[in-house]
């Protein structure tokens, strides 16, 4: 179950002005505090979600990162061992084997 943070409107509870609560995506939000019964909203909170910052995290994860150099040649930042560092778009044979970082 989503886990949903909410803010106090008005007066702070003595829990504290913002509160977590473990809700189906299904029931409604809530509008009074649980415990002091004070008006609250539900407020966005981040996600904890882990994205790759490096181009050494990219390839770990199995991503391929290509950067523009020139018109149809782009460089494979991510290449892997035997791939060339630098992929034409008429040449396939430079293209990034995704054999290797694709598993069924």
Not at 11 to 28: A, D, K
Not at 30 to 39: A, S, T
Not at 46 to 66: A, C, H, R, V
Request: glycine residues 6%; aromatic residues 6%.
């Amino acid at each position: 179950m989503p886990v949903y943070e909410y803010e106090h409107v008005g007066e702070s509870c003595p829990l504290g002005n913002v509160f977590e609560v473990m809700q189906s995506i299904h029931e409604e939000s809530l509008n009074l505090c649980p415990h002091c019964g004070e008006p609250v909203r539900k407020i966005l909170s981040k996600t904890n979600i882990n994205t790759p910052k490096t181009n050494s995290e990219l390839k770990d994860m199995g991503f391929s990162k290509l950067v523009r150099r020139d018109d149809g040649v782009y460089e494979n930042v991510t290449a892997r061992d035997g791939e060339s560092k630098v992929m034409h778009r008429d040449r396939p044979e430079t293209y990034p084997d995704f054999k290797k970082t694709i598993k069924e």
